[in-house]
């Protein structure tokens, strides 16, 4: 076993495991919950949270001050406390099977939603603790009893980890039916959460190889930053770089550290080899822009040198636009001018921004145009009168995909349609958001199309709309079509076009 940096930390990870993998058990059996919302827009998708988040239920269940818990807490942890106290109380029978079937026997026919037998799960526990397999090889010779274990089964299993440790059950697993993957997941997070790197290798000894291939995605995409060290002995140990990339995604400077690593020579040769050929490694080390712009030119593999840049750049820009602040709702909330993203995200890629600053500065401008349209043309105010007009319209027909029709209107507005270029244009942009919004918005889009005011945008709203309904609605779309005024656009309908 490594040694732990301090008796503290090992509790406090350990017990965030079990209240996680309590919090979890909570929400066992549940019905699944409604899907969210459709979001209008960036900032309606910013606004969606849970009531209350696993943060505060787990902060709560790990409170020495139980005075403080919320009822459903409080509730929670009751239970758990009972749990224990039966577990601690309760003689190990001499026969399990008999035992349980009797438990199980007893509560035939009550509601489901009927209280957790902690007897139960007692005697599940201490069966599991005697024998990891034999309840699971039990219940798989009845399909009634497959069924019925899990309720009970869950909250035992959860305890003998905590009680007898991370590997205590990976004899069940090929065993658990549909708890294996319930039983992998307990475990690999109980491993992670303490970066245990003796008990993960220990994992390997127990289980089938393509057991082990599933745990250790599932401990990989958990482990803990500060053993990243670790993680990488035993990355080296299995010559298999992508161990490591779960983690870097997760954070920024392991992230940085792969760099350093892509250089480190005294990494053993088949290993350094195998981490410099893999594509998930590569493809880490091109997206940071930390890295040399030289070497990320290298590790993206396009030939084309300007596609190449031009990739790196949109990528920089859009993990910059979000990390490590949220800078579009800061410029939509008047928090941060134009410029002062430009500037922020000049200053994270600055290889790029001093060999692309056009490029960059369209690229900023895009994002912002969704947030703001009208202050994101402050971007764009060294640019002569048409290109500025061009660079917009570029962005209503490219982006706005997923934004409310109130920004796609604001950007439109910004650019006249005094020219047959510019109306052409317009046309487009409204024929594309039209389709997008028609088939996102519903009813929603048709209502705010109508009640636009008089003018082009209105009727081109309608125009485009027909033609996005046509193979759905016949019957509204010759309504829409009988609304358009505008002449040219009436010659249109009349072409059919």
């Given at each position: 076993?490594?040694?732990?940096?301090?008796?503290?930390?090992?509790?406090?990870?350990?017990?965030?495991?079990v209240?996680?993998?309590?919090?979890?058990?909570?929400?066992?059996?549940?019905p699944?919950?409604?899907?969210?919302?459709?979001?209008?827009?960036?900032?309606?998708?910013?606004?969606?949270?849970?009531?209350?988040?696993?943060?505060?239920?787990?902060?709560?269940?790990?409170?020495?001050?139980?005075?403080?818990?919320?009822?459903?807490?409080?509730?929670?942890?009751?239970?758990?406390?009972?749990?224990?106290?039966?577990?601690?109380?309760?003689?190990?029978?001499?026969?399990?099977?008999?035992?349980?079937?009797?438990?199980?026997?007893?509560?035939?026919?009550?509601?489901?939603?009927?209280?957790?037998?902690?007897?139960?799960?007692?005697?599940?526990?201490?069966?599991?603790?005697?024998?990891?397999?034999?309840?699971f090889?039990?219940?798989?010779?009845?399909?009634?009893?497959v069924?019925?274990?899990?309720?009970?089964?869950t909250?035992?299993?959860?305890?003998?980890?905590?009680?007898?440790?991370?590997?205590a059950?990976?004899?069940?697993?090929?065993?658990?039916?549909?708890?294996?993957?319930?039983?992998?997941?307990?475990?690999?997070t109980?491993?992670?959460?303490?970066?245990?790197?003796?008990?993960?290798?220990?994992?390997?000894?127990?289980?089938?190889?393509?057991?082990?291939?599933?745990?250790?995605?599932?401990?990989v995409?958990?482990?803990?930053?500060?053993k990243?060290?670790?993680?990488?002995?035993?990355?080296?140990?299995?010559?298999?770089?992508?161990?490591?990339?779960?983690?870097?995604?997760?954070?920024?400077e392991?992230?940085?550290?792969?760099?350093?690593l892509?250089?480190?020579?005294?990494?053993?040769?088949?290993?350094?080899?195998?981490?410099?050929?893999?594509?998930?490694?590569?493809?880490?080390?091109?997206?940071?822009?930390?890295?040399?712009?030289e070497?990320?030119?290298?590790?993206?593999?396009?030939?084309?040198q300007?596609?190449?840049?031009?990739?790196?750049?949109?990528?920089?820009?859009m993990?910059?636009?979000?990390?490590?602040?949220?800078?579009?709702?800061?410029?939509?909330?008047?928090?941060?001018?134009?410029?002062?993203?430009?500037?922020?995200?000049?200053a994270?890629?600055?290889?790029?921004?001093?060999?692309s600053?056009?490029?960059?500065?369209?690229?900023?401008?895009?994002?912002?145009?969704?947030?703001?349209?009208?202050?994101?043309?402050?971007?764009?105010?060294?640019?002569?009168?048409?290109?500025?007009?061009?660079?917009?319209?570029?962005?209503?027909?490219?982006f706005?995909?997923?934004?409310e029709?109130?920004?796609?209107?604001?950007?439109?507005?910004?650019?006249?349609?005094?020219?047959?270029?510019?109306?052409?244009?317009?046309?487009?942009?409204?024929?594309l958001?039209?389709?997008?919004?028609?088939?996102?918005?519903?009813?929603?889009?048709?209502?705010?199309?109508?009640?636009?005011?008089?003018?082009?945008?209105?009727?081109?709203?309608?125009?485009?709309?027909?033609?996005?309904?046509?193979?759905?609605?016949?019957?509204l779309?010759?309504?829409?079509?009988?609304?358009?005024?505008?002449?040219?656009?009436?010659?249109?309908?009349?072409?059919?076009?």
């Open positions: 076993m490594i040694p732990r940096s301090s008796l503290s930390l090992t509790i406090a990870t350990h017990t965030l495991a209240a996680g993998g309590w919090l979890l058990l909570s929400q066992f059996n549940k699944p919950a409604p899907p969210p919302p459709t979001a209008s827009s960036k900032a309606s998708q910013r606004s969606i949270a849970p009531e209350r988040s696993v943060d505060e239920i787990l902060g709560e269940l790990t409170s020495p001050d139980k005075k403080k818990l919320t009822p459903e807490a409080k509730k929670l942890q009751d239970f758990r406390d009972s749990v224990k106290a039966a577990i601690r109380d309760m003689t190990p029978p001499a026969d399990f099977a008999a035992a349980v079937e009797e438990e199980l026997a007893a509560r035939k026919g009550l509601p489901p939603d009927a209280p957790r037998s902690t007897k139960l799960i007692a005697l599940m526990y201490h069966w599991m603790v005697a024998d990891p397999a034999a309840l090889k039990w219940a798989a010779q009845d399909p009634a009893r069924l019925a274990i899990p309720e009970h089964a909250v035992a299993i959860q305890e003998v980890l905590q009680d007898h440790g991370a590997t059950l990976l004899p069940a697993i090929g065993f658990g039916g549909p708890l294996n993957n319930y039983i992998m997941n307990l475990t690999a109980q491993i992670a959460m303490t970066g245990d790197l003796a008990a993960f290798k220990s994992m390997k000894e127990k289980v089938n190889p393509q057991l082990w291939q599933n745990i250790r995605q599932l401990t995409g958990q482990w803990p930053v500060e990243k060290d670790d993680l990488l002995k035993m990355a080296i140990e299995e010559n298999s770089p992508a161990m490591l990339t779960p983690l870097a995604r997760r954070d920024p392991t992230a940085a550290w792969l760099t350093g892509a250089s480190d020579t005294s990494l053993p040769e088949d290993f350094r080899k195998a981490f410099l050929a893999d594509r998930g490694i590569r493809q880490l080390l091109y997206e940071n822009p930390q890295t040399s712009l070497d990320r030119l290298t590790y993206i593999d396009t030939p084309d300007k596609i190449a840049t031009d990739r790196l750049l949109r990528g920089d820009v993990r910059l636009m979000s990390a490590p602040q949220d800078l579009g709702f800061a410029f939509r909330r008047g928090e941060i001018t134009a410029e002062e993203v430009y500037q922020s995200i000049a994270g890629t600055p290889e790029l921004a001093s060999a600053p056009e490029t960059l500065r369209s690229l900023v401008f895009q994002n912002l145009a969704e947030e703001d349209p009208a202050k994101a043309m402050a971007l764009l105010k060294d640019l002569p009168e048409s290109e500025q007009h061009q660079t917009m319209l570029t962005a209503a027909r490219t706005f995909n997923d934004v029709p109130d920004h796609f209107l604001a950007a439109l507005q910004q650019v006249p349609s005094d020219t047959p270029e510019l109306w052409e244009q317009r046309l487009d942009a409204w024929n958001r039209s389709f997008t919004n028609s088939n996102r918005l519903n009813e929603d889009f048709l209502a705010w199309v109508r009640n636009l005011p008089p003018g082009l945008d209105r009727e081109m709203g309608l125009y485009s709309l027909a033609r996005a309904v046509q193979l759905t609605d016949l019957k779309a010759a309504q829409l079509r009988s609304e358009v005024t505008d002449p040219q656009l009436q010659k249109r309908i009349a072409d059919h076009r």
